[in-house]
Structures are given as structure tokens and as C-alpha cells.
């Protein structure tokens, strides 16, 4: 058991030839919201019950598909060890889908602001503050800065962002979606 992996063009050309696709899109719900696959259901990392997919994909291929493809090896990794076989990564996520020109489905008029963009702003603001504070009302607040920093230099080197992961916990990103 391997995670397979499926160009978005190879993906889209099964459907197009009238093949049935499951394809879990395992990024947030503002993420989903934001541009998703139209025939993509979501279900996010922190949310997959491998046993359940594993259950339900009952032998089918399961596709799974993030941002970037990082997440979705993770959410594949998880469900071939709860032994759903066979499990496809959707190489590249929804920027290689875009890049290869295939139609995402967006929302009319302003849509949610995107995880990483809501990241940027309360990154900038956090340092923001504390060179202020740290300027006028006592050095100390520097260390609020200098802490930020260090947070992004951890999440550049790890991949892991923990303000994000925070971020997407709050209420605004986590109304329900549905695929339609």
C-alpha cells in the first residue's frame, strides 16, 4: 500500500470520460469557500475519520487534495493506514489546478479573506504592536515582536503554522460547507 499520485489534468480528464470520483478536499472550511473542485467534498485534516473514508470508500479510489498537496499526503497517509486502498494524491492541490488552467468553483461577490492572508494580518499587526508598545510604554513589548518572528521562522522551517492552525479554529472559518 502506496499513496498514488494524479497529475489535476489526469484527474479531470476521468471525470470528463464520465467516471464517478470521490475527492476529499481535506483543507478549512474558508479555504473550501474560497475556490474548491466543483465534484470536491469537504473535509478537513483535523476532521478526517480515516475508518469512516476508509469504510465508506469501501475499496474505491479515494483522491485527496489541499492547497499545495502537503496536507492531502497527510490526510493519505492516515487513510491507507486505516486501510483504505487505494488512496490518490491530486499532485499540487487547487494551485496546480489552477495552474493548469482546469475551472475552480468560486463564490459571487466578496468571498471569505483566505487563511494565509488572515495569517499576514495578524502576524503584521502582533509586530506592529509590539514595536509601538515596545517604543512607548516600556521595552518589554519588544519581546511580543521578537516572538512573532520566531513563530514565522518555525513555520517557514517546519511547514507547520501554528497561528494558522489557530486561525482556522476561529468561529468565521468554520461555517459548515457544502459541495453544491
Known amino acids: 500500500m502506496s499513496l498514488g ?8 480528464d476521468k471525470v470528463n470520460a464520465g467516471q464517478s470520483v470521490d475527492l ?3 483543507r478549512t472550511p474558508v479555504e473550501f469557500r ?7 467534498r469537504n473535509v478537513p485534516l483535523d476532521q478526517l475519520d480515516p475508518a469512516a473514508e ?28 486505516a486501510g ?35 495569517v499576514r494580518i495578524a502576524a503584521g499587526s502582533l509586530v506592529l504592536v509590539g514595536v509601538v508598545l515596545g517604543a512607548l510604554v516600556h521595552p518589554f513589548w519588544i519581546g511580543l515582536s521578537a516572538f512573532v518572528g520566531a513563530g514565522l521562522l518555525f513555520a517557514g522551517i517546519t511547514d507547520t503554522c501554528g ?8 468561529p468565521w472559518n468554520n461555517r459548515s460547507c457544502s459541495s453544491d
Open 84 to 118: 483504505c486502498d487505494p488512496v490518490v494524491n491530486v499532485e499540487g492541490g487547487t494551485r496546480a489546478w489552477e495552474e493548469s488552467g482546469l475551472p475552480l468553483v468560486r463564490p459571487e461577490g466578496s468571498g471569505p479573506i483566505a487563511l494565509e492572508r488572515q
Open 54 to 81: 476508509a469504510a465508506a470508500a469501501d475499496g474505491k479510489t479515494l483522491y485527496v487534495i489541499c492547497r499545495t498537496g502537503n496536507r492531502a499526503r497527510q490526510a493519505g497517509e492516515k487513510l491507507l493506514a
Open 34 to 40: 474560497e475556490a474548491r473542485v466543483e465534484y470536491a
Open 24 to 26: 476529499v478536499d481535506v
Open 163 to 170: 497561528m494558522g492552525m489557530l486561525l482556522a479554529r476561529m
Open 5 to 12: 499520485v494524479i497529475s489535476p489534468r489526469e484527474l479531470q
